[in-house]
């Protein structure tokens, strides 16, 4: 699956169409995993300590 790769589609998608179809599309699994992963600063989705990029 492309957005276990690339979560930042996960994002683009709960932008877009919002969280609840997020969670229909992808798992809510995965949705909750790339939430609490970008949360830590682990992914550079535009993370920078001092806000957003």
């Known amino acids: 699956m492309r ?3 690339d979560p930042q589609l996960v994002f683009d998608h709960i ?3 919002g969280e609840t179809s997020a969670r229909r ?3 809510g ?3 909750d995993q790339v939430q609490r992963v970008a ?3 682990h992914l550079n989705l535009g ?3 001092w ?3």
């Open 39 to 41: 949360g830590l600063g």
């Open 3 to 5: 957005a276990m790769k």
């Open 29 to 31: 699994r995965l949705v």
């Open 15 to 17: 932008d877009w169409y």
């Open 47 to 49: 993370y920078i300590p």
């Open 25 to 27: 599309l992808f798992t």
């Open 51 to 53: 806000g957003q990029a």
